[in-house]
């Protein structure tokens, strides 16, 4: 379904909608939204669009002319004018804006610059017009109405009790608040009327079929729709309603019932979809949520046999269901030569969200079968992610790949030999060296050293091969546990001093970086994103980063080392745990571990990236790799 608005981090900190007369009709159903860390309430007017709306932003108040969309929000900007934190907006009982105003340099209370507490509160008036607060008295009928009519949801809402209380002697009174030009007002005596006996109900009923505004008609729909009685004849009128934002309230009000209760609607509900409106569709799929299939077998009954010749919005609709008796007619579209490209991701996509064996088998052949490469591209990405998740125990994925967590029998013999107390030192620095040498054999050193199952003159003998491991991964892991000769310190002082080139930083971070990490769309999505990295950091943490990448470790790239019940020794970046844990590793290949496949799991202190030295760089390559990214201040990416 589609957002609303995409505002950024951290909004919005409060919202209202103003209801009220007193900045007269263009403000009248104004959504408020106050965003604190980009110093400005902004202002929508929600439009019909569909079964849903459509938000455009503007702002109200701001304290800035320039957009201050890419605000960092721990960033000390010595700019006051940026220092306007709106943590809240209201409305008063005057029909005047309130606007709450922390005042700081920082947004984000843990790390505020204000000591004192200081802050403000702004009211924002229509110039040329005084705005008093109404003097109301709760203890009679039109001040009770009054009440009702206030912009402050707290005043109404005493107004609404105390009308609520006295039943069907006030329904003449608030029955005239429907001659009113504010279609709020009218909204709040409509959800009374329906309270107040069958006097309130029956004219509330009259507004359902009758009204011509069709957001009353809503109104009114949702006041009875509770009505167990009278739900199935509250139904049968709006599910005729010309406009789709009624039908989908009737949509949204079928979720909890039973399908013998929603049966007689489901094929006028469903025709009222055009295929288009993606706020319809979805509450189409509430509607039909734990029936699913039973609402597939019924609409189904009125297409075409050949799935291929499903219409546009009984596909769409069979995407939003997924049902299991589907299976097959997806796996059918998804292969066929004569559909749309979207049409087969659409039956792919619909797929992946089956959480059943045949639905898995489906998806292999489609990624075996298929002659449209982007429809192979996604069932391959549908695999790899759903494997990780809940198609995980429904088929043997180590038989399909050919891989598994076994550890060979020629390293699970060295293994042995270096387990054993009574082999002699001189040989187990020989089983150890064999084992440096594969990705298997020096994950399992490693986890040894780890384990303090190496002796000192173990690790003395096997430290040299460890260290010329083809791996990285090997290479890198290998620091904390073994010793690394030859490795020269760097001086970021000395570094400082250098001339730098930006051009051939470019191709230092080119060559060496983005095999774990990214720039815009540039590398690999396997370390942090580097995009903005220049608007983090000055050059010497920059350097000290690269030099020294053990010191800092960030926050969702703290390795783990899981060690398997067959032996394996496994490292990476954990992207989920539950019954499945999935790493990722140095290059990016997920590794999916079945929860009782696990004999052990803990943090390790050494970072998976590989130090300056590692990676081969001179003092002249980080002066000029340090330059080029500082460069990279994009975050907008």
Known sequence: MPAGDNT?????????????????????????????????????????????????????????QESTEAYIWNDIDEDKRKWFRPSDVTVGTDGAIYIADWYDPVVGGHQMMDTIGYGRIYRISPKEKELKTPQIDLSTIDGQITALLNPAVNVRSQGFEKLLGQGEQVVGKVKKILESDNPYHRARAIWLLSKLGPQGKTIVKNL?????????????????????????????????????????????SFRDKTWEEIRPFIQELFEGYNGNDPWYLETLGMAMDGKEELAYAELLSNQPEDPLYWSNTFASLVWRLHPKSAINALKERALAESLTPDLKKQAVDALAFINETE??????????????????????????????????????????????FRVPDDIAELNEILLNQDTPTKQKIDAGKEMAGSLIGGRLLISLAANNQLSNEVINGVSEAIFNNPELEIRTLASEHFIKFEERPFSITSILELTNDVSKGENVFLTKCTSCHKNGTTGNDIGP?????????????????????????????????IKTKSGQALYGFLLSEGETTVLKDMTGKQMVIAADDIESKENIKMGIMPNAFALGLTEQDLANLSAYLLTLKNSTL
């Open 8 to 64: 950024g981090a951290g909004s919005p900190t409060g919202v209202v909608v103003y209801e009220g007369d007193a900045f007269g009709p263009e403000y009248r159903g104004m959504l408020l939204s106050a965003d604190a860390g980009r110093n400005v309430i902004f202002a929508y007017q929600p439009s019909p669009n569909g079964a849903g709306f459509d938000l455009k932003r503007h702002d109200l108040i701001t304290s800035t």
């Open 208 to 252: 359902l079929k009758n009204e011509s505004d069709p957001r009353l008609r809503i109104v009114a729909y949702r006041a009875l729709k509770d009505d167990a009685e009278s739900f199935k004849k509250h139904a049968a009128i709006a599910v005729h309603d010309p406009s789709p934002q009624v039908r989908r309230e009737v949509a949204i």
């Open 359 to 404: 639905a898995v088998a489906a998806m292999l052949a489609i990624q075996k079968s298929s002659t449209d490469e982007r429809v192979k591209e996604m069932s391959q990405y549908w695999l790899d992610f759903r494997k990780s998740n809940d198609w995980y125990a429904l088929w043997a994925w180590e038989t399909e790949k050919g891989e598994g």
């Open 529 to 561: 994103d580097l995009s903005s990295i220049g608007e983090k950091f000055d050059k010497t943490a920059l350097l000290d980063a690269i030099i020294n990448p053990n010191a800092s470790i960030v926050f969702g790239y703290e390795p783990i080392m």
